[in-house]
């Protein structure tokens, strides 16, 4: 946390002896970045973006039939990032959110997968209320 400003990073790397047998991306990454402010002296605020990506890497494909993954080497996926918005908002004892994921659809491509043939969901609005009861 720097003033105002919070963020929280991810990277994981990865790297099988035998990518016949399992198929991951290389390198994956997670960033989220906030900025919190306080409205009105009580109401806590927080706006932030999520970005998820990972590098290129042959998937598996998913055969319902059988209800199994099998290795593809003919489709390749990743390397374009996932974008998120959000605005947290806590006030005592209740929180509320909205979340707007896949923001970026349609800026670097129409959609994204992890299994080959079976897209993600597209841009999705989320939204939420917590209410604690008790302390």
């Given at each position: 946390?720097?003033?105002?400003?919070?963020?929280?990073?991810?990277?994981?790397y990865q790297?099988?002896?035998?990518?016949?047998i399992?198929?991951?991306p290389?390198?994956?990454?997670?960033?989220s970045?906030?900025f919190?402010q306080?409205?009105?002296?009580v109401?806590?605020?927080?706006f932030?973006?999520d970005?998820?990506?990972?590098?290129?890497y042959f998937?598996?494909?998913y055969?319902?039939?059988?209800n199994?993954?099998y290795?593809?080497?003919?489709?390749?996926l990743g390397?374009?990032?996932?974008?998120?918005a959000?605005?947290?908002a806590?006030?005592?004892?209740a929180?509320?959110f909205?979340?707007?994921?896949?923001?970026?659809?349609?800026?670097?491509?129409?959609?994204?997968?992890?299994?080959?043939n079976?897209p993600?969901?597209d841009?999705?609005?989320?939204?939420g209320?917590?209410?604690?009861?008790h302390?």
């Amino acid at each position: 946390s720097v003033g105002k400003f919070s963020s929280e990073h991810l990277g994981v790397y990865q790297n099988i002896s035998n990518k016949d047998i399992i198929r991951t991306p290389e390198l994956y990454l997670y960033n989220s970045l906030a900025f919190n402010q306080i409205f009105f002296k009580v109401l806590r605020t927080q706006f932030g973006l999520d970005v998820r990506y990972n590098s290129r890497y042959f998937a598996q494909a998913y055969a319902p039939d059988v209800n199994q993954f099998y290795n593809l080497d003919q489709v390749e996926l990743g390397r374009k990032p996932v974008v998120g918005a959000w605005i947290k908002a806590s006030l005592k004892r209740a929180n509320v959110f909205v979340k707007y994921d896949y923001v970026d659809q349609g800026l670097f491509n129409l959609g994204y997968y992890t299994t080959h043939n079976y897209p993600m969901p597209d841009r999705l609005l989320k939204f939420g209320v917590q209410w604690n009861f008790h302390d």
